[in-house]
């Protein structure tokens, strides 16, 4: 793998580790005010 490639490999792979991380803080916030809006109705 010359140089170049592995730039562009690690680039993109950088890429999807940031939108999965994103995804999962999306997540973790939504279930955390789902969590919140049960609770304060019953």
Request: without cysteine; proline residues 2%.
């Amino acid at each position: 793998m010359t140089p170049e490639e592995r730039a562009i490999f690690e680039k993109r792979r950088r890429g999807r580790n940031i939108a999965l991380m994103l995804l999962l803080v999306g997540l973790s916030v939504l279930f955390y005010f789902i969590g919140i809006a049960r609770l304060l109705r019953s």
